[in-house]
């Protein structure tokens, strides 16, 4: 202490005394921030231990629909395309007419061969009277050929005892050479009538086989049936039917309610049946597929509320949902080209499945949302 300088005899003193206040700061604020870290990790434990972990959640996650092909069934030319992309339609609502001159010539044929289809029928059914006339009628010839026949033996026979009379007394002279032979004559003449009475009954016999076939085969063109019901008649009016369908599909209608979307079609086209002219986006039905991790779907089941938000809205418009289910496989083993990891450089991926999310349809009229749209899904796997 002698060899201390008199002018400050304070400043070893305060030299030392300074550092223990400063060190205590620093231990007391680090062991405050130590308090609170340890707290906070103790708090967030126990978040996501009660609540934290009930929930997973993805943002690769878009919205979907299942759109409808607008495809004519008919081909023609577009007179009138009355509907625009983004144009709101209601079902039933007219979206193209095409150039129905050819179903209406169509149409028209068809009716025609109806018409005549049921006067052949009628035909057929007189066809079958004048037939049974007919057979009535051979029937007839038939008496009258057998009472030709009978006269015709009757007059063989007695020309046959005539000539046999006169062939007797021939020798003696009583019957002279001209007589004779007017009787042989006569004879010849009642045998040729007889074989003609014979030939008539067959050829009358014949003639009512005939007519019997023919009434028999138009009776099976119509037995058991009638106007309403026969075969011709009722291919007639199918052609009908699908004339006049064919003529109602020139005008093209909205399958579903919706947008219109991807619209091809201009005036003046002609289209061929099956070509797709627009789609119909329902955008009051509209699902998410969420793309969650492998590892997230422990958990997930069918049926769990779903929270969403969309980029187009922002987080001030929550959307809820229902897991309707999964997809059968994951994105990479429905590409075009699969992913082949059956080599020696092989990494693993970790893969994500789709996971199909509806909507509540409330929500969406009053927020819409339209396909490919981005959002954010986080399952509540706490409820079953």
Same mark, same amino acid.
């Given at each position: ?24 700061r ?37 919205v979907?629909a ?32 095409? =150039?129905?001159?050819?179903? *209406?010539?169509? &149409?028209?044929? @068809?009716? %025609?061969?109806? #018409? +005549? $289809?049921?006067?052949? !029928?009628?035909q057929?059914?007189?066809t ?12 007839? =010839?038939?008496?009258?050929a *057998?009472?030709? &026949?009978?006269a @015709?033996? %009757?007059?063989? #026979? +007695? $020309?046959?005892?005539? !000539?046999?009379?006169?062939q ?21 003449a009642?045998?040729a009538?007889?074989?003609q009475?014979? #030939? ?52 093209i ?23 797709t ?33 969309s980029?187009l ?14 997809s059968?496989?994951?994105?990479s083993?429905?590409a ?8 020696g ?40």
């Amino acid at each position: 202490m002698a060899d201390a300088d008199p002018q400050f005899p304070q400043a070893d003193a305060m030299s030392v005394q300074a550092p223990p206040p400063r060190n205590g700061r620093r231990r007391t604020l680090l062991a405050g921030i130590a308090g609170v870290v340890l707290v906070a990790g103790v708090g967030y434990g126990g978040w996501y231990a009660l609540v934290g972990s009930h929930y997973v959640e993805t943002d690769n996650a878009y919205v979907g629909a299942d759109t409808a092909q607008v495809t004519p069934m008919v081909a023609g030319q577009a007179l009138d395309v009355r509907v625009s992309d983004t144009q709101a339609v209601r079902k039933g609502d007219v979206l193209v007419r095409l =150039d129905d001159s050819d179903a *209406r010539i169509t &149409l028209a044929t @068809a009716e %025609a061969d109806l #018409a +005549k $289809a049921r006067r052949m !029928f009628g035909q057929t059914s007189a066809t079958s009277n004048a037939l049974s006339a007919q057979v009535q009628a051979r029937g007839a =010839d038939i008496l009258s050929a *057998r009472a030709q &026949l009978i006269a @015709a033996q %009757a007059s063989f #026979a +007695k $020309a046959q005892v005539d !000539f046999n009379r006169r062939q007797k007394l021939a020798p003696n002279g009583a019957v002279s050479g001209d007589e004779l032979t007017s009787a042989t004559n006569a004879l010849a003449a009642a045998r040729a009538s007889l074989e003609q009475a014979r #030939a008539a009954v067959a050829q009358a016999s014949s003639q009512r086989g005939a007519a019997a076939g023919n009434l028999a085969a138009n009776q099976a063109l119509i037995q058991g049936t009638s106007v309403a019901n026969a075969p011709d008649v009722l291919m007639a009016e199918a052609r009908v039917r699908q004339a006049r369908l064919d003529l109602d599909r020139t005008v093209i209608r909205a399958p579903i309610d919706g947008v219109v979307a991807n619209r091809t079609i201009q005036i003046g086209q002609r289209i061929a049946p099956g070509a797709t002219i627009m789609r119909i986006v329902p955008v009051g039905q509209v699902y998410v597929d969420a793309n969650f991790k492998e590892g997230q779907l422990e958990k997930v089941k069918p049926g769990q509320p779903v929270t969403l938000t969309s980029d187009l809205y922002g987080g001030s418009v929550d959307y809820h949902g229902r897991v309707a289910g999964f997809s059968g496989g994951t994105g990479s083993a429905f590409a075009l080209i699969p992913a082949q990891n059956a080599t020696g450089n092989w990494i693993k991926v970790v893969q994500r499945l789709p996971v199909r999310v509806t909507l509540d349809p409330r929500e969406l009229a009053a927020h819409p949302l339209r396909v490919g749209l981005s959002m954010t899904a986080e399952i509540d796997t706490s409820a079953r």
